[in-house]
């Protein structure tokens, strides 16, 4: 059974990069049919869906967020990565690292979450 | 891309059925057969409880079951259980490639 975890600071400074790193281990990141993807909630609120990123490579980023995400794989390591530049205080939240196991949003592995504050 | 429209919150006694409706858009919910609907528990991470619209994980309560109209995707819960009680959140493909989460349903069990 495959299991996902997310590691990185848990204070970033504003203006800063957030910079958070998912390890997959029980299976492969290189799977054809696995979308690996970043999804944040706010406290108190909703699921926000960021980006996923496929071994192959390809990438597709939340619109609102684009400008500022720089996602990567790495599958000697069977780790992906999100990188979240120029954060502020609305960065504020737990990030979730998700396996999508279809490509079609149906998200079946996550991350336990990684709180990540934004403040100086 | 705008959030899916969810009610803010659903309840129900034990053992009724409750339905929560998932609204989106002709790029999204009404144009693919991806809708999904998660299970939050407090402090918890998501669990995916129906994908593909009607489709239940293995593991997972024959009494969740989903359904789509038009650009509305609605998760029914039957036999409500004291156990179902968190938030529930519906996710769709869109047209964009991308993802879009709803804006969540606290639903509680009286």
């Known amino acids: 059974q495959v299991q996902l975890q997310e590691s990185g600071p848990g204070l970033v400074k504003p203006s800063q990069t957030l910079s958070l790193t998912c390890s997959v281990s029980g299976g492969s990141i290189s799977n054809n049919n696995h979308y690996w993807n970043w999804i944040r909630q706010h406290p108190g609120k909703g699921l926000e869906w960021i980006a996923y990123?496929?071994?192959?490579?390809?990438?597709y980023q939340n619109p609102s967020l684009r400008s500022r995400i720089t996602t990567s794989i790495d599958t000697s390591k069977n780790q992906f990565s999100l990188k979240l530049s120029s954060v502020t205080a609305a960065d504020t939240a737990v990030y979730y690292c998700?396996?999508?196991?279809?490509?079609?949003?149906?998200?079946?592995?996550w991350g336990q979450g990684s709180l990540v504050t934004v403040s100086s | 891309q705008s959030a899916l429209t969810q009610p803010a919150s659903v309840s129900g006694s034990p053992g009724q059925s409750i339905t929560i409706s998932c609204t989106g858009t002709s790029s999204d919910v009404g144009a693919y057969k991806y809708v999904s609907w998660y299970q939050q528990h407090p402090g918890k991470a998501p669990k995916l409880m129906i994908y593909?619209?009607?489709n239940r994980p293995s593991g997972v309560s024959n009494r969740f079951s989903g359904s789509k109209s038009g650009n509305t995707a609605s998760l029914t819960i039957s036999g409500l259980q004291a156990e179902d009680e968190a938030d529930y959140y519906c996710?769709?493909?869109?047209?964009?490639?991308?993802?879009?989460f709803g804006t969540g349903t606290k639903v509680t069990v009286l």
């Open positions: 996710s769709s493909y869109t047209t964009s490639s991308t993802y879009v």
């Open positions: 593909d619209v009607s």
């Open positions: 990123i496929h071994y192959r490579g390809g990438t």
């Open positions: 998700a396996r999508d196991n279809s490509g079609y949003a149906s998200f079946d592995s």
